[in-house]
């Protein structure tokens, strides 16, 4: 899908409660969780974002280890646990 094309309504029903629609995101993901930068994205020592989903839930989430690579810019999965 072109970056220009806005979601539709019909995509996000597809599994709403895994579709990310907005997010922080800690761009330092190798940053320790003692620093002070750190503070914001720590949850007791857990490393965690807050995330508006498609069914209009907020959750303070982790994402799980092997969603931090980078090179993978495959088209969004709804079967993965997020998308």
């Not at 940053?31 to 490393?47: I, L, Q």
């Not at 069914?55 to 799980?64: A, I, L, M, N, R």
Request: net charge negative.
């Amino acid at each position: 899908m072109p970056a220009s094309d806005s979601i539709k309504l019909s995509e996000v029903g597809v599994k709403p409660a895994t579709k990310i629609i907005q997010g922080d995101w800690d761009w330092q993901t190798d940053r320790s969780m003692a620093t002070v930068e750190s503070t914001w994205h720590n949850n007791k020592g857990d490393r965690r974002q807050v995330i508006l989903w498609g069914d209009s839930h907020v959750e303070f989430y982790q994402f799980p280890p092997d969603s931090q690579v980078e090179t993978d810019i495959s088209d969004p999965d709804p079967n993965y646990v997020f998308w």
